[in-house]
């Protein structure tokens, strides 16, 4: 089954050949879903002038052709030239039907395939990951896994900061620790106490101070024993990162980790690369870079630090390290930066000097995925009751606790109801995420993100156990419900359509990179389902066709679903 939109279009552009000439059949369609049809096609106001006609004749001509196609039932013009388009109930029985065969639900390969690089998550050697890490790293697997699905080659980068100023400063105190009391307490998780602690001795001491910047030299110099220690710190946190990781069901692997580190070799060339040809120049005793168009205080130019005055590199430089490499060495064609909206101007700065530099070409596109910031009540900001920022484990853990008090008075078995509330609570906490607009800030509150009705994980979780729940009544499996798939009341013809328009929400999620848009259209593909299940008996249909129908439809929704939370990175228990 293709993609229900393109096959519109299809439709549209044959019409436009067939009466304007093949000429115009390139034209964009702009397909669009109606309230007062099914879809609406806008494309005779676009094309109005170019065919010195006015907008409604040219509707009017196309919907002549259109009103008889196979899949269109009607075709109405309205207003200054819409043409609202109402599709057969037989057309979308029929490619239900279709869908409900298709391995991949009418999603169609992306062509052409791209390689892609996801810059996402953040995390920091040494230093746990907080409540503020959640959404970088959710919005940004869900966006690998569905350009997985659409056929890129993905990327992972999980920008690991590994490498600066700080590492002198915990190896110094590691050192006065003890390597064996180091390893033990960060093994237990405790990386901030010990981040602390180093940083109020760093604070507080000159002369710790001045031997953690010595450390920093010997580090940057290769010396052993701080190289040694750099990799315990290195070994602990990427432990630490896998158990986060896992529990969240993240798709980053270690080799998945792109370090600071790693770009260190290449800081000098990249500098030189940019002075050489112009784009950088020394500014107080330091390399800089001035894009144009990015201008501060009284109109002066901002720049982009490259070399310190004292020959350091800071972040900026690796910055611009990472995205030479991942143009030029890995080849990509897209790089997705899924971080906060404070690095906005930061990365808009770094794609203005790539392009100069003729690394960032037409032949490919850099873009900022923002990630808006996640707040308590009343919009503050998340933290302890002491100040400090929220772990992310604790955020993990109280979901978790609190989904299982939702759902306690329905299990007796103990390890079945920690199962349960362990997927219902992770996937609450992360569907609460990924269906706010990324670039959009939101409230914290458990009440509502675990609620078994309104747009929560728990809903959609609970809609596919209900669906499973209808076949294990049949005593069927859901692949034994082939159909074919029949409409005849108007809450079956809603939902078949909705399912129709999976392919387009996943290439919209692909296009965006807002899994949003793919969250929307999941929570109304299982309100439509909610309706149909209400409105319209399965089991008890009395006719044997209808009730076969019935099954299959309510096959084919639990797949969507299924795939869709899947795509999401949304856990999905087998009862609720």
């Known amino acids: 089954m293709a993609d229900l939109q393109a096959a519109l279009a299809a439709q549209v552009s044959a019409a436009l050949a067939a009466e304007f000439g093949a000429e115009y059949a390139g034209a964009d369609p702009l397909i669009r879903p109606s309230s007062f049809a099914d879809f609406q096609a806008n494309v005779a106001l676009a094309l109005s002038k170019r065919l010195h006609l006015p907008p409604r004749e040219v509707a009017e001509r196309l919907a002549g052709h259109l009103g008889n196609a196979v899949m269109c039932e009607r075709a109405e013009v309205s207003g200054p030239g819409f043409i609202n388009l109402t599709l057969r109930d037989n057309w979308i029985g029929d490619q239900a039907t279709s869908q409900l065969s298709d391995p991949r639900l009418g999603v169609t390969r992306a062509e052409p395939a791209r390689r892609v690089v996801v810059d996402y998550s953040g995390p920091n050697v040494a230093k746990e990951l907080h409540a503020g890490h959640l959404r970088a790293t959710a919005v940004g697997d869900a966006v690998v896994r569905v350009l997985e699905h659409l056929g890129h080659t993905v990327i992972r980068a999980a920008h690991l900061g590994d490498w600066g100023t700080q590492f002198g400063m915990l190896i110094e105190h590691a050192i006065d620790v003890g390597e064996r009391a180091t390893s033990e307490q960060l093994a237990s998780g405790e990386f901030t106490a010990f981040y602390q602690a180093a940083r109020v001795k760093f604070d507080a001491d000159p002369s710790f101070a001045h031997r953690s910047r010595q450390r920093v030299v010997q580090l940057q110099a290769g010396d052993e024993q ?7 710190l290195v070994a602990e946190s990427m432990a630490y990162l896998r158990r986060v990781y896992d529990r969240l069901d993240i798709t980053l692997t270690d080799a998945d980790m792109d370090p600071e580190s790693f770009y260190n070799p290449m800081l000098a060339d990249v500098c030189a690369e940019l002075e050489a040809k112009g784009i950088a120049v020394i500014s107080d005793g330091a390399l800089c870079a001035f894009p144009p168009g990015f201008t501060g205080r009284g109109g002066r130019p901002v720049p982009v630090m490259l070399r310190k005055s004292d020959g350091g590199y800071g972040y900026a430089s690796t910055d611009m390290a990472a995205i030479r490499y991942r143009l030029l060495d890995l080849g990509a064609s897209r790089i997705i930066y899924v971080v906060g909206s404070e690095q906005h101007q930061h990365l808009e700065m770094v794609f203005a000097v790539a392009r100069q530099a003729g690394w960032l070409t037409d032949a490919a596109s850099a873009e900022h995925a923002v990630i808006g910031l996640m707040t308590g009540l009343g919009g503050q900001r998340l933290q302890t009751r002491s100040g400090e920022q929220v772990k992310l484990v604790d955020l993990i853990n109280e ?98 359509l909705r399912l129709l328009g999976f392919g387009t929400a996943v290439a919209e999620t692909a296009q965006t990179a807002e899994p949003h848009k793919l969250a929307a259209f999941l929570f109304e593909t299982a309100s439509d389902f909610t309706t149909f299940y209400e409105q319209c008996p399965v089991l008890k249909a009395q006719d044997r066709s209808v009730r076969s129908s019935r099954l299959a439809l309510a096959a084919l929704t639990l797949r969507v679903l299924l795939t869709g939370l899947d795509l999401l990175g949304i856990p999905v228990p087998e009862r609720m």
Do not use: C, H
Not at 407 to 435: C, F, M, N, T, W
Not at 442 to 457: C, H, M, S
């Open 226 to 232: 701080a190289l040694r220690l750099w990799r315990m």
């Open 399 to 496: 979901a978790v606790e609190r989904a299982e008090e939702v759902i306690k008075d329905r299990y007796d078995e103990p390890e079945q109801r920690g199962q349960i509330a362990e997927a219902v609570g992770i996937g609450a906490l992360k569907y609460g995420d990924l269906s706010v607009a990324r670039s959009s800030s939101y409230v914290l509150d458990f009440d509502r993100l675990l609620a078994l009705t309104g747009n929560t994980g728990p809903y959609l979780q609970y809609a596919t156990a209900r669906i499973r729940s209808i076949f294990q009544r049949a005593d069927l499996r859901p692949a034994d419900a082939t159909g074919p798939i029949t409409l005849s009341e108007p809450a079956e013809r809603a939902l078949a």
